[in-house]
């Protein structure tokens, strides 16, 4: 078969995302990391030795350099022919070494041939062909580019967002938590979706993104003790990298005491709930959760959206954003929003509280006890 078959035979079964429609910039990362996990089982001495046949699909030299065994590049190897050159003729220990030399040539570069033909393939049938087509030769297809000018034309072509773009990507950035997705799966998928929107010309929104973070976790009212901590703190140490480890750590612990509660509380009904039961129990529990989270949504964001503006047309140029609330405590919740007249708490209002919602008293014993077990 030959050693640029055995390459590609081995690189076979390494899975490549099909990218429906226009391959945006997060496909394209995405197609790119794929190819590389393909690319770095191979193994070579070139470029380092140290990350196989990566170099050859990274965005630019210095990509490779930094992370090369002593900054040593990738080359794209020529072919040594059949036969080495200038062989000694005099010394034969010396000519020895000569040939064993080349055919060591001969087998870096056809397995960089094999791992080149490999890639391209992969991003080649990753994509709908009419990404392609103007680069495309009639006469070798694509067997004339490299792994790496496939990628950049797919970004130059592709990559790129429109006014139509930029809007969906900032209101999927915005969209309000709904506090079932893990704080560190939220700050990961708008940090990709922010990467989107400043390689699109718009600046990154750390200030904005804190002050929504901190709303959502408010309003759930099971953060309180630790945002009445984070407030205590100095403004330059509530940032939103400092909030995104804080709040991912009261999480875990929260996610840790529930589970442990509910093994707990289900020990006394393991012998008369059937498998199915339970499932459709945990079933409707979640459909009520959904149904309650989407019926608040809009209203929420709305009025953060409201609350927002009024606080940004308000901010003096110059001055340290204010990242936490400006409204009065409630006297009967103890929390802070806008109309205390309107509080959950009032049993006038009952028709307006959520199916998840909870007095303030269950939810501050549920904290104490937390605090008291931890």
Not at 118 to 138: F, H
Not at 268 to 294: C, R, Y
Request: with cysteine; net charge negative.
């Amino acid at each position: 078969m030959g050693i640029k078959q055995d390459v590609e035979d081995s690189l076979k079964d390494y899975p490549i995302t099909t990218i429906d429609g226009q391959p945006d910039e997060e496909a394209l990362s995405k197609l790119r990391l794929e190819s590389v996990e393909g690319l770095a089982s191979i193994p070579t001495l070139n470029g380092g030795g140290g990350h196989g046949h990566i170099g050859m699909i990274l965005v630019s030299d210095a990509d490779y350099t930094a992370i090369s065994r002593n900054g040593a590049p990738c080359e794209i190897f020529d072919n040594p022919g059949p036969y080495p050159e200038n062989v000694d003729a005099t010394d034969a220990v010396n000519r020895e070494r000569q040939v064993a030399e080349h055919k060591g040539e001969i087998k870096e570069y056809e397995m960089q041939l094999g791992a080149m033909s490999w890639a391209r393939k992969a991003i080649v049938g990753a994509v709908d062909e009419c990404w392609l087509s103007e680069i495309k030769s009639p006469h070798v297809g694509f067997n004339h580019l490299t792994p790496f000018e496939l990628l950049t034309h797919l970004e130059t072509v592709g990559a790129q967002l429109d006014f139509i773009d930029v809007t969906e990507l900032q209101a999927e950035l915005f969209a309000p938590w709904d506090q079932v997705e893990a704080p560190t799966s939220l700050f990961e998928r708008q940090d990709r979706i922010e990467k989107q929107l400043v390689n699109a010309g718009i600046p990154a929104q750390a200030e904005l993104r804190l002050a929504l973070a901190r709303t959502w976790f408010e309003q759930t009212g099971e953060y309180d003790i630790a945002l009445a901590k984070w407030d205590t703190l100095p403004a330059a140490n509530r940032t939103l990298p400092e909030f995104r480890i804080m709040i991912q750590a009261v999480f875990s612990k929260r996610t840790k005491r529930d589970k442990q509660t509910a093994r707990g509380a289900g020990r006394g009904l393991a012998n008369n709930v059937t498998a199915e039961e339970e499932a459709e129990i945990q079933a409707m529990a979640m459909a009520e959760f959904v149904n309650a989270v989407t019926a608040q949504s809009s209203a929420q964001m709305e009025k953060m959206m409201q609350m927002f503006e009024k606080a940004m047309s308000a901010k003096q140029p110059g001055t340290t954003p204010n990242t936490t609330f400006t409204h009065q405590k409630c006297p009967h919740c103890q929390r802070r929003h806008p109309k205390h007249d309107d509080c959950w708490e009032l049993e006038k209002n009952a028709s307006k509280r959520p199916k998840n919602w909870k007095p303030v008293a269950e939810r501050k014993k549920k904290q104490e006890e937390t605090v008291k077990n931890e």
